[in-house]
């Protein structure tokens, strides 16, 4: 059983920034994924990271403004979000996606069916 906490989230202005953490107990593998979910609104993908090589994949909406990033030793995925706008204000949540020995790239991080998930941390950012 895998274990996932989210840490980081908080309130910010327009143009802020927040880390979020997420410990992931036994350490990354597979696929690891940040995504969100506002209100009323279906669950996105804003990063994903294929933990063997560090491939990563961001959503256009936030390529150059979100990094996504791991640290093996402290088995905790990351997430850098940078020039936040209020459209941005959502939960965030991290997730694992178990992922065959033959799976070697990124592109097995597509999707959403991911097996384990935390429970999220609010980011709002405000105007």
């Known amino acids: 059983q895998v274990q996932l906490v989210e840490s980081g989230g908080g309130s910010v202005q327009t143009g802020g920034s927040l880390r979020l953490s997420c410990a992931v107990s036994?350490?990354?593998?597979?696929?690891m994924g940040w995504f969100r979910q506002a209100p009323g609104k279906e669950r996105e993908a804003d990063a994903r990271?294929?933990?063997?090589?560090?491939?990563?994949i961001y959503a256009d909406s936030v390529k150059g403004r979100f990094a996504i990033s791991q640290d093996i030793v402290k088995k905790t995925l990351y997430l850098q979000t940078n020039d936040l706008k209020p459209e941005d204000t959502a939960m965030y949540f991290c997730?694992?996606?178990?992922?065959?020995?033959?799976?070697?790239?990124?592109?097995?991080?597509?999707?959403?069916?991911?097996?384990?998930w935390g429970q999220g941390t609010q980011v709002t950012v405000s105007s």
């Open positions: 036994n350490g990354a593998r597979g696929c």
């Open positions: 990271i294929y933990a063997r090589t560090g491939g990563r």
């Open positions: 997730a694992l996606k178990l992922t065959p020995p033959a799976a070697d790239s990124e592109s097995w991080c597509f999707g959403y069916d991911y097996d384990y």
